[in-house]
Nanobody, 122 residues
C-alpha cells in the first residue's frame, strides 16, 4: 500500500519559513517524480513544485518561484519543500504527490498524500 505522509505544516508569520517533508512508502521511490500542490479554501488545487526521479529536473509554479526549493533524498524515501518569505496568500493545504505515469504539474500524479495545513498570518 502506497503512503505519502506530509509533515512540517503549521502557523507561521508572514516573511517566515517552513520546511515540509513527505515520507513515502510502498513504492519504488527513486523511480517516481515527486512534487507538491496546494489548495486554499474556495480555490482550485495549484501546482507548487516538482522534482524528477533523479533530481535533475525541477519545476516551480509561478506563484512560488524564487521562494520555494524542492529536494529529495532517495536514501530516505523523502521529499522536501522549503518555503521562504511566506505570504498570507500561501495559506493552504499542501499535498505531496508521486508521479510515474502522470505528472504533478498537471494534477495527474499517481498518488497523493492527505495534506498538511500551512497558515501564514499577516
Amino acid at each position: 500500500q502506497v503512503q505519502l505522509v506530509e509533515s512540517g505544516g503549521g502557523l507561521v508569520q508572514a516573511g517566515g519559513s517552513l520546511r515540509l517533508s513527505c515520507a513515502a512508502s510502498g513504492l519504488p521511490f527513486s523511480m517516481y517524480a515527486m512534487g507538491w500542490s496546494r489548495q486554499a479554501p474556495g480555490k482550485e488545487r495549484e501546482f507548487v513544485a516538482a522534482i524528477s526521479w533523479s533530481g535533475s529536473n525541477i519545476f516551480y509554479g509561478d506563484s512560488v518561484k524564487g521562494r520555494a526549493t524542492i529536494v529529495r533524498d532517495n536514501a530516505k524515501n523523502t521529499a522536501y519543500l522549503q518555503m521562504n518569505s511566506l505570504k498570507p496568500e500561501d495559506t493552504a493545504v499542501y499535498y505531496c504527490a508521486a508521479a510515474k505515469f502522470g505528472a504533478v504539474e498537471t494534477g495527474t500524479a499517481d498518488y497523493w498524500g492527505q495534506g498538511t495545513q500551512v497558515t501564514v498570518s499577516s
